[in-house]
């Protein structure tokens, strides 16, 4: 079993900054891809970024040149990094964790519980 913890939601004014984090425990052999999705109100889950693995990281296009994924391999651990937020940023942010069990090697994908980032004044 993998299980995730989120953190780094917040209320924020719009053109402001917020750091999130997830990070992935449990019985894991290997990552193949380390993402965020949010979903707004009244709105599908989309994607925001993802990486996977080395420099290869997709962005929504809503989100580029503002918003940025990083990873620390070691902790398991991926951030993602929001600048100038806007209000239509304002969603649950999700994490997704792609990967392989140690025992049974076996595929898995799993969800973070969410969390919200408003962007408001």
């Known amino acids: 079993q993998v299980q995730l913890v989120e953190s780094g939601g917040g209320l924020v004014q719009p053109g402001g900054s917020l750091r999130l984090s997830c990070a992935a425990s449990g019985s894991i052999s290997r990552i193949d891809a380390m993402g965020w999705y949010r979903q707004a109100p009244g709105k599908e889950r989309e994607l925001v970024a993802v990486?996977?693995?080395?420099?290869?990281?997709v962005y929504a296009d809503s989100v580029k040149g503002r918003f940025t994924i990083s990873e620390d391999y070691a902790k398991n651990t991926v951030y993602l990094q929001m600048n100038s937020l806007k209000p239509e940023d304002t969603a649950v942010y999700y994490c997704?964790?792609?990967?392989?069990?140690?025992?049974?090697?076996?595929?898995?994908?799993?969800w973070g519980q969410g969390t919200l980032v408003t962007v408001s004044s």
């Open positions: 997704n964790v792609r990967g392989y069990y140690l025992l049974p090697y076996r595929f898995f994908e799993v």
């Open positions: 990486n996977t693995g080395g420099n290869s990281a």
